[in-house]
């Protein structure tokens, strides 16, 4: 490998050499970082041992890879193609629908959202919240990953217990434990 522009180390050459390597679909690897310490020995034996669906939703793809005893069950592990983009598209729309402001990009919306500001300034017409419409479809998003979730459960009931993950997880945590509670 060369380093093309790496500060100090440009154009130096290194040899590398893999000594283990494990391919996965996306969010079975945080399985495996979840069960297994650094030098792979068995961290948590449930994990390691068990049958466990995953939940990886992304921007524009939600993955389910079921892992059993570590090993990829391919007959079983699926995707979607709905992300958490479709629903900041939606959000985006509805705020300049209703509020008459418009984000120039997903990326300025998730930032305002992680921080928690929901508030919408317009000069001359005071502020007003945009979390009555992330919540909508926010909670939308959520019925319909508990809902995947359910529809994969029962194709597969030898699974012990589904972890949701990732990006999309993180964003939806508390409007996937709502929709999840309430069913």
Not at 20 to 26: L, Q, T, Y
Not at 97 to 106: A, E, I, M, V, W
């Amino acid at each position: 490998m060369t380093f093309l522009s790496t500060p100090q180390l440009k154009n130096r050459k290194i040899k590398v050499s893999i000594r283990r390597a494990i391919v996965s679909i996306e969010g079975a690897a945080a399985l495996f970082h979840m069960a297994t310490h650094e030098n792979l020995q068995v961290k948590d034996e449930e994990l390691y041992h068990g049958c466990i669906g995953i939940c990886e939703m992304g921007a524009l793809t939600t993955d389910f890879p079921v892992v059993n005893k570590m090993s990829i069950d391919n007959q079983f592990s699926t995707g979607e193609q709905i992300g958490l983009a479709t629903y900041l598209d939606s959000i985006i729309r509805g705020v300049e629908d209703q509020l008459g402001y418009r984000f120039p990009s997903r990326a300025k919306l998730v930032q305002r959202i992680k921080r928690g500001d929901y508030t919408i300034r317009r000069i001359g017409e005071g502020q007003s919240s945009m979390k009555p419409i992330v919540d909508m479809y926010f909670s939308r998003a959520a019925s319909k990953i508990v809902d995947l979730i359910k529809k994969r459960w029962k194709k597969h009931p030898d699974i012990q217990c589904f972890y949701v993950i990732g990006g999309g997880a993180a964003a939806l945590r508390p409007y996937i434990l709502e929709a999840a509670g309430s069913r």
